[in-house]
């Protein structure tokens, strides 16, 4: 493990992006991620990283309509065109910030033929784009009782899109949040879905608090990332009970630095 990165999705939420990414540098912090940085042009964004120093691990592509219940679009037929727009956009944000991770997003659409084929084709259209610039796609199934409906819910899915895309750079964005609500047995679908792993993310079961709460042990999660040989970032995409700094607490309890 490299460290953790704050995800400021979630984060110092009541500052304005770029006030947040001082924040969490000022907290300890060497790396952040975003969810939908596009409000900030993306030499603003860059340059707001470089002067706090620290690495923009990852970004999502933009969800599309969220008044229509838009919640990605890369398995949403008849939304080829946009899903193509938005990965684009991303990497254009990845060139300027030299970010070399997305998440692709898939969507809130019934699972199906129509569906699967449709997001199975974006992704290879993707995958070969993205390549041309060093980025990897990631996946990342959601569990249902915080999005129903979306595309895929497991770990298990999310791998069979994987495999059927069939593409060095897409591979899988293991949030153990996610794992934990949807599926649970985490720690046996880590060591499973390994190879497959491209970023891990970490929040309390079933609070998404801090991850000094709940049901999951995350020191036998840092403990397992270490000994699978995982030498990515942890992102922090968890919601403060509080004040995100008084929350940072979370670190001396779990015995670990960021």
């Known amino acids: 493990m490299k460290g ?11 500052l ?11 907290a300890g912090f060497r790396a952040i991620e975003l969810h939908w940085p596009y ?44 899903f ?14 030299g970010t070399t991770m997305v998440h692709a997003m898939a969507g809130v659409v019934p699972a199906g033929g ?9 992704l ?14 990631l996946l990342e199934p959601l569990n249902p009782r915080d999005v129903p409906g979306y595309f895929y819910s497991t770990v298990e899915e999310a791998a069979e899109i994987i495999d ?3 593409a060095p750079n897409v591979r899988l964005m293991f949030d153990v949040y996610h794992v934990g609500v949807a599926s649970g047995d985490v720690i046996m679908r880590l060591r499973r879905f390994f190879p497959l792993v491209g970023h891990v993310q970490i929040a309390a079961v ?36 509080g004040d995100t700094l008084e929350g940072l607490v979370w670190t001396e309890r779990l015995g670990v630095t960021l």
């Open 124 to 137: 290879k259209r993707a995958a070969a784009e993205a390549q041309r610039s060093g980025v990897t796609l």
């Open 39 to 82: 409000d900030v042009p993306a030499e603003t964004l860059a340059a707001a990283c470089e002067a706090a120093d620290v690495v923009l691990t990852g970004i999502n592509t933009a969800p599309g309509d969220r008044a229509a219940g838009e919640f990605g679009l890369g398995a949403v037929p008849g939304r080829e065109a946009a």
């Open 84 to 97: 193509e727009a938005v990965v684009g956009q991303s990497l254009a944000y990845c060139a300027a910030t």
């Open 4 to 14: 953790f990165s704050a995800n400021l999705g979630f984060l110092f939420p009541e």
């Open 114 to 122: 129509e569906a699967r084929a449709t997001l199975v084709a974006n």
């Open 206 to 241: 079933p609070s998404r608090h801090e991850p000094d709460e709940g049901e999951i042990s995350y020191p036998a999660i840092f403990l397992e990332l270490e000994a699978l040989g995982y030498a990515g970032w942890v992102g922090c995409e968890y919601k403060p009970r």
């Open 164 to 166: 059927a895309v069939g």
């Open 16 to 26: 304005p992006l770029l006030g947040r990414i001082e924040a969490a540098a000022r």
